[in-house]
């Protein structure tokens, strides 16, 4: 495939490399993989059990078609629309992967089940490249892409490979605790920057750096950003194409590498409206119109190849494939694969068939396709989710920076069981508080709730981090379970930082959802006014 010749090469940047990526030697077994292909030569180096003895001689699927999902209709569940499929005979397609191909180019399972490169098997790796051109146009010329297990694996190579112990990373205030806990064990912390609804913001990140006092931090600059810029994990933020090109300036005056985990990239769900004014579905759009209406990513203002960007099929196909990609420079990308050779050697076999043959069987506008539809899903139910919120509770809306609304969730006082008796013990009728604050998300699968726990009672004798958990214990057994916000703390929680809650809309079904939230208004409620508090 042909790329603009007119773009830059990405610039030297192996000074990044940690100590251990600079000592990674190729596995001298995986090193003799160059050789194999050739018609001319007999290879009876490698210990490849025969594809004889695969007890597989063929793998099957039924899968959807590309547009089983509608872009402008109701939420559609899997299980109804297996039931329909069943009974129409539509809206699948059927993919066959046999043992050894037929002709050049077939998929097989005598290689997609060999001992295979780390690089990921070449068919896939091609279906990747035109995805990444299509869709994320990378601004410099000798971009590549390397297939990983996933972007947790992704992240662990990332992390080992451009930072030392007693490293400090960047990451958003709020982040995914699971990235922060596999860097911890490895001596390399993390430094918050201060966020809002656009996420990492700018002047946060310059005051972070211009400000860095090597012996008073006890730890050198950071030379590495961790951020998750669509469907900020937890807060479900989307950055702007300005804001990450601010960041991005930023981090080539002080010599950062951005490490992009974007899973949550195509869930870009745009602003959310009360019933009574959502605007009407207006007419579908096509696959450019998608794309561009899509944030861009920093790959695409990325001249210089400092950005590390981590892709998964987890939120697009499915998370039990362990399967995604690097796009990244030729340095970086080679020191990742030197480390892959040595730990999971290859992303599963069976899921790189499976995802190839289900791509090739749609074709790269069908997968656009695809995602046109899973987009219009999520963003019905995390408009369903909202509205039962406004059910369940009184919200009350202010706008943020002229764009953004913010939601204040009070009790229902024509309803409530207790307010009315704590007004009239501890309270004017004016000062009626909000037990909880949110902005709705605008990608992701997550809803961001701040719990006015100053407002509580007990609030002078217990913290907030004690509140929290005392009410996630009063959520589970009210039979719910949310998660407590104190874990997506990038550097530690404290008792100044407002209390949180995280739910997710991606998985449960509406009726349990809406259940769900009725059931936290409840709990919600005796917790700020019940007998216990009077």
Known sequence: MAYDMKLPDAIDLSHHLSEVARAREISPLKDLQQYLGRDDLLSIAGGLPHPDFFPFDKISATVYSKDVFPTDSPVTTLSLFSRIAQFFGKGRDEINIKRYAKQAGDLSLAESLQYGLSSGQPGLQGIIREIVHRIYKP????????????????????????????????????????????????????????????????????????????????APRPRVMYTIPVGQNPTGS???????????????????????DDPYYFLQEGQYHL????????????????????????????????????????????????????????????????????????????????????????????????????????????????????????????????????????????????????????????????????????????LWIQVNFQAHPSSSQSGKKDLELQLLKKFVDAGILVAPGSIFSADGYGDDSPGHLRLSFSNAELPVLKKAIGTMAAVLEKFFYGEDQL
């Open 139 to 218: 601004a410099y010329r000798d971009w590549t892409i390397l297939i990983h297990s996933g972007n947790t694996d992704g992240w662990g190579r990332a992390v080992m490979t451009l930072c030392d112990p007693g490293d400090v990373i960047l990451a958003c205030e709020w982040t995914y605790p699971s990235a922060m806990a596999a860097s911890r064990p490895l001596g390399i912390t993390a430094v918050s920057v201060a966020a809002d609804e656009g996420g990492m913001r700018s002047d946060a990140l310059l005051e972070t750096l211009s400000s860095w006092d090597e012996k008073e931090r006890g």
């Open 238 to 260: 989307t950055m702007s194409i300005e804001r990450k090109k601010r960041i991005y300036d930023i981090c080539v005056e002080y010599d950062i590498v951005i490490v992009e």
């Open 275 to 446: 019933p009574q004014v959502r605007p009407v579905e207006s007419k579908e759009l096509s696959n450019d119109a998608f794309i561009a209406s899509l944030v861009p990513s920093y790959v695409s203002i990325d001249y210089q190849g400092r950005v590390v960007r981590l892709d998964s099929f987890s939120k697009t196909v499915a998370p039990g494939c362990r399967l995604g990609w690097f796009t990244c420079n030729p340095l970086f990308r080679e020191r990742f694969e030197r480390q892959g050779e040595t730990s999971v050697q290859a992303a599963c076999g069976f899921s790189q068939a499976l995802v190839a043959a289900l791509l090739m069987k749609w074709g790269i506008e069908g997968y656009i396709r695809w995602l046109r539809g899973l987009r219009g899903q999520y963003r019905k139910r995390r408009d369903f989710c909202i509205d039962c919120f406004a059910e369940s509770f009184e919200l009350k809306a202010s706008t943020v920076n002229g764009h953004q609304t913010t939601y204040d969730g009070y009790i229902r006082r024509e309803e409530s069981t207790y307010s009315k008796r704590w007004q009239e013990n501890f309270m004017g009728t004016d000062d009626f508080f909000p037990v909880i604050s949110f902005m709705p998300p605008t990608s992701g699968m997550f």
